[in-house]
């Protein structure tokens, strides 16, 4: 529903792009440049419109805009119509509808054939101006599909971030300057005392990286609120030694 008016403003463009296109065709005898003049000012009535709903820096253009859109897509419209119906016998000279004579009847198929040549414009128009304060309702929103794609992507970033720490442990090992692997508690008189960010070796990053708050302070000795700190400095690429690309190479 949120882009609702756009798409219901797509079957008026259609037919205000058709009837342009074919009068400018037909009656002024320009052949194929109907059509991209009757998109262009399909297309600028829906723009201009949409942008009044915008702030002051757009506002002020944008009705200018879609006045002189309007007014030539009216003109065209109404024209196409007019020189079809000025030609045609609407009604029967005796026709008779509870008691209106053939002229009053006239009259009445005259103004709804005006009404049906301006309706499209008109409602490309607004329809435009609608989708403008839809969107600006939805500013900073999410959709249902949006939050579903945006969990998604989390517990996949989640997944590869264990994944590519579990992968530098490994190369870690491979290096002669890497830091000491080990998972022991630091103890002092046999109690678990708190370890340091500076202090974590690269399997006590994969282990942070793999756990929850819980399980870390148990391992480690450390507070809820330092073990979320490290889980989240780990999932920004954050180590307490030199990365795999500052490391002296090899050899």
Do not use: C
Not at 212 to 221: C, E, T, Y
């Amino acid at each position: 529903m949120r882009k609702i008016a756009e798409h219901l403003s797509f079957f008026f463009i259609v037919i205000t792009v058709y009837r342009v296109a074919f009068y400018i065709a037909d009656a002024l005898h320009v052949g194929f440049m109907g059509w991209p003049f009757s998109l262009g000012i399909a297309g600028g009535v829906y723009v201009s419109m949409y942008y009044t709903g915008f702030n002051e820096t757009t506002q002020k253009a944008a009705k200018d805009a879609a006045r002189m859109f309007l007014a030539v897509d009216l003109i065209f419209n109404e024209f196409e119509l007019i020189r079809d119906l000025s030609a045609s016998q609407l009604i029967t000279p005796n026709s008779n509808f509870l008691g209106i004579g053939p002229v009053w009847l006239r009259y009445g198929m005259q103004i709804t054939a005006l009404l049906f040549g301006a309706i499209p414009t008109l409602g490309v128009a607004y329809l435009g101006r609608l989708q403008a304060s839809v969107d600006e309702a939805w500013k900073g929103k999410l959709t249902a599909w949006q939050r579903i794609t945006k969990a998604v992507a989390g517990l996949f970033q989640n997944v590869t971030g264990v994944i590519a720490v579990r992968i530098e442990v490994a190369a870690l090992r491979l290096l002669p300057d890497a830091p000491p692997q080990s998972t022991n508690l630091t103890t002092v008189d046999g109690q678990v005392t708190e370890k340091k960010w500076g202090e974590l070796s690269a399997e006590d990053i994969a282990y942070i990286s793999a756990n929850g708050r819980k399980a870390i302070q148990r391992q480690l000795g450390v507070s809820n609120g330092t073990a979320g700190n490290w889980k989240s400095r780990i999932k920004k690429g954050d180590r307490p030694w030199q990365s795999i690309k500052e490391l002296p190479k090899i050899g």
